[in-house]
């Protein structure tokens, strides 16, 4: 868990039904009433610099031997676009968001060519989650740090590459088995399997 426990909000247990359900309720990127609120105050308490990383990834439905296959590796779920929502969606709940949106900023960072945006992108990720005053702060070792402040002077999109590594090791460690184990993931294993049975 993050010791930086800033949110007001308050999670509701994911079996709850949810009120006013739009669609198919198995993420966070439904936009029905139980989410908005919540999502509105979370908002509020972690706004980051980087706003192009969305509240949620596009994705379909997953089916439900996507759902299944998330419980065989770490890899599965991060690969999977709607597996990154839900346990981002699970993150939330235990104030450690920052980890995936960290991993996110990294891949997004990767994929940019133009040396301007990389300089920018790459401040904008030390200021977010690098910085020992960012209140999202992500938990490194000092070599890491070391290696990132070194590589700063003359940012690339590989610059964050041993940090992201770190955060990932520590996400699959750490927060997967819970994840696993957590009430949203069996509620939304239970939910794709007993809709698949009834189509």
């Not at 029905?32 to 706003?51: F, Q």
């Amino acid at each position: 868990m993050s010791r930086h426990e800033t949110s007001p909000t308050t999670v509701q247990p994911a079996s709850n039904h949810r009120p006013n359900a739009c669609c198919f309720c198995w993420c966070c990127c439904c936009s029905c009433s139980w989410n908005e609120n919540r999502e509105r105050a979370w908002r509020a308490s972690r706004e980051t610099k980087l706003e192009t990383i969305p509240n949620c990834e596009a994705c379909a439905k997953p089916t439900p031997e996507e759902v299944q296959g998330w419980a065989q590796s770490f890899d599965k779920l991060m690969k999977s676009p709607a597996g990154r929502n839900v346990f981002r969606e699970f993150l939330r709940t235990e104030y450690s968001e920052e980890n995936m949106l960290f991993w996110l900023a990294c891949e997004e960072l990767k994929t940019e060519c133009n040396k301007h945006t990389i300089d920018e992108k790459a401040r904008m990720i030390y200021e977010d989650y690098i910085s020992i005053l960012s209140p999202k702060e992500v938990s490194l070792d000092s070599r890491v740090r070391e290696v990132i402040n070194r590589k700063m002077q003359e940012p690339s999109s590989h610059t964050f590459d041993d940090a992201q590594l770190q955060i990932y090791t520590l996400m699959h460690r750490d927060s997967y088995p819970r994840f696993l184990n957590s009430a949203i993931y069996k509620s939304l294993l239970q939910t794709v399997s007993h809709s698949s049975s009834e189509s």
